[in-house]
């Protein structure tokens, strides 16, 4: 039974995530799972789009928060941001009430276990795992039904599986969607796809493709191969970004850390590094800032030749001015 109680391991996982989920999982009969169905191409970045498509880039879809990068940290609990946050808190409370390790069943043997526990604030769970304290394997299903915890609310499944070393006590995790919804905080997300997991001991790799639709827009967004490395430092978090973002609206942008960002543990925003935000023959960089207010400047490069023709310097969650650099006074 010591697999189930390491299982703890999947708590931090999901609180991880719960940022998403291409892929199936879960029941097959239920709605149909979320295609994007916004513009294919890749985005050509411009003064006058420039903020929110690198905003929404590092919030993957959110509205302006922060989706990836604080639901990784932890992220601020006071409902601003993302629905996907929410999700987060949501099924890592899910994810911890999973404990078989209580359950009387023989060690060294495969084991399973299953339940139904009820939400906070209403609804249920069901979950069903399965595992081997001599391979380390795991697989399993959850079921939410109108499950709440604190400002969220959860329907659909689930289905995940992974793997952990006894010895080293590190593991690899992968779930998947096929229709899971979050409410809570006005705001309303349904997503499709999968997410795996490994952790290496001070540090994580999280890595997904998913389809997501905010239900309160319509407005669907796709994230492939997004990928975090997030390195714990004690008290804050260093998190590196790679992958592609598609923005409803826009396109695809590739993303980047030239600099790696530093989060706060809580902290909705980084403090200090660089997002790097590419496009068709255009970029914008994100330099985060340690003010109050958050606040970042953004650099754009709308011809693609390396150079960054205009500037400007931005709170979160408000429209700021990007103004042409002016050339450098002739000696």
């Known amino acids: 039974m010591r697999i189930f109680k390491q299982l703890g391991f999947l708590t931090v996982v999901l609180g991880a995530a719960a940022l998403a989920a291409c892929g199936g999982g879960g029941d097959d009969s239920g709605p149909e799972p979320v295609t994007y169905s916004g513009n294919t191409s890749q985005a050509t970045i411009t003064e006058s789009n420039a903020q929110p498509v690198s905003e929404q880039a590092f919030g993957s879809g959110g509205p302006a928060g922060s989706f990836a990068i604080a639901s990784v940290t932890g992220g601020s609990d006071d409902g601003e941001g993302s629905a996907l946050l929410g999700m987060a808190t949501t099924l890592r409370a899910a994810i911890g009430n999973i404990d078989p ?7 060294a043997a ?6 139904t526990v009820s939400g906070s604030c209403g609804g249920t769970m069901s979950f069903s795992i399965s595992g081997d304290d001599v391979t380390g ?3 399993g299903s ?25 010895a080293s006590g590190f593991g690899t995790f992968s779930l998947t969607f096929a229709h899971l919804t979050f409410s809570g905080g006005g705001e309303s997300v349904t997503m499709t796809g999968s997410i795996a997991f490994s952790d290496m001991g001070g540090s994580e790799r999280v890595s997904m493709t998913m389809d997501y639709r905010d239900n309160v827009t319509g407005k669907t967004f796709r994230v492939v191969s997004y990928t975090l490395v997030i390195t714990d430092l004690g008290g804050e978090e260093q998190v590196s970004v790679s992958g592609r973002f598609y923005h409803h609206d826009y396109g695809y942008v590739d993303l980047s850390t030239p600099v790696p960002l530093m989060i706060r543990l809580f902290d909705e925003y980084p403090y ?4 790097l935000v590419e496009g068709a ?3 914008v960089r994100v330099t ?10 953004l650099e754009v490069d709308t011809d693609g030749d390396g150079t960054w023709d205009s500037q400007g310097t931005c709170n979160w969650d408000a429209d700021c001015a990007i103004d042409p650099i002016a050339p450098p006074a002739p000696v």
């Open 288 to 297: 985060f800032m340690d003010t109050i207010p958050p606040s970042f400047t």
């Open 101 to 107: 390790a209580t359950a009387a069943l023989p060690t």
């Open 272 to 275: 200090a590094g660089q997002l």
């Open 142 to 166: 959850i079921s939410f039904a109108n499950f709440c915890e604190g400002d969220g609310t959860v329907n659909g499944s689930a289905s995940f599986s992974g793997s952990f070393d006894q």
């Open 137 to 139: 394997q795991f697989a």
């Open 281 to 283: 023959n255009s970029a």
């Open 110 to 115: 495969p084991v399973s276990e299953s339940g």
